[in-house]
């Protein structure tokens, strides 16, 4: 196993990693600064600047994303730069924003909200937006929504609603969440998760930032592997590369409520000889 950094960006809260496995590029986004960065295969970096923070993003076409920011949710043109608003539904809610989200597997994209600074209460929710632009309140009650991420069917929801802990739950792209289960505790293991994706076996990817390293966890929620990384925060993960076989892995050097000023911290790094790969994120209403 290598662990390397990848380009000199230092990001203040790198979060959101995402393979655009049909361009074969990676996108990320610095959730505090607002930006957008996107690396090719020959390693070229691209960046801009969107006008509030932003939480996560997924593909729709070549030249079009769909974004979660601040004020809610949009389609951004990366020729143009010009946003297109969907909808926001905390629009009287000015103390949270939009975090961590993801497509599942049949083109619907899942995030969530947070409070931007209150984390002792569930400000915040877990959201469908459909391909038509309908919106659904999967779950209410959500203080830090992290890592959403689905099993290889695509019929199990795992999610983080900022307690320290994974939850799963019985998901279909119509209907609402069911069973919802408790299945990883990281204060059993002196640690909590934060983004978090799914390999071809069904094992759960997910960076433990309350202990700097990286968890492979069994779809039951058993931590089969933990993986110290250079940085004391890492953030969010995601399998990428030509055979999905490399973990890229972002990192935080201040979120607003944690600073770490060591050289590497909010960097991206990317690990490979894991010997497991990842599965492509479905775009935006593509399925």
């Known amino acids: 196993m290598e662990i390397e950094r990848i380009s000199s960006i230092k990001n203040a809260l790198g979060e959101g990693p995402l393979w655009d496995h049909q361009q074969q590029r990676l996108f990320w986004v610095d959730s505090l600064k607002g930006h957008i960065f996107c690396l090719n295969q020959a390693e070229e970096l691209t960046r801009w600047q969107l006008p509030h923070m932003i939480g996560s993003l997924a593909v729709v076409t070549e030249h079009t994303l769909l974004v979660a920011l601040q004020n809610g949710l949009h389609f951004f043109n990366l020729q143009s730069n010009e946003l297109t608003f969907i909808c926001d539904p905390e629009a009287e809610q000015p103390a ?55 099993s290889p069917d695509g019929h199990t929801l795992y999610f983080n609603d900022g307690r320290r802990r994974i939850l799963a739950y019985d998901y279909t792209p119509t209907g609402p969440l069911k069973n919802k289960r408790l299945i990883f ?19 759960i990817w997910t960076a433990l930032t309350g202990s700097g390293e990286i968890g492979c966890l069994s779809a039951q929620g058993k931590l089969k592997n933990r993986i110290k990384m250079p940085v004391p925060l890492p953030s969010s993960v995601m399998f990428a590369g030509p055979n999905l076989d490399e973990l890229y892995v972002t990192s935080i050097s201040d979120s607003g409520n944690r600073r770490n000023d060591e050289y590497d911290s909010g960097g991206l790094f990317r690990i490979k000889g894991l010997d497991t790969a990842g599965l492509a994120e479905t775009p935006f209403s593509e399925y």
């Open 96 to 150: 949270t924003r939009f975090n961590d989200g993801k497509t599942d597997r049949f083109g619907n994209f899942i995030a969530g909200t947070m409070g931007i600074s209150i984390r002792d209460r569930p400000l915040g929710a877990l959201y469908r937006l459909r391909p038509d632009l309908s919106l659904d309140i999967l779950e209410p009650d959500v203080i830090v929504a992290n890592g959403p991420c689905f």
């Open 185 to 203: 505790d990281g204060n059993r293991h002196q640690t909590s998760s934060d983004g978090a994706t799914v390999d071809t076996e069904g094992n």
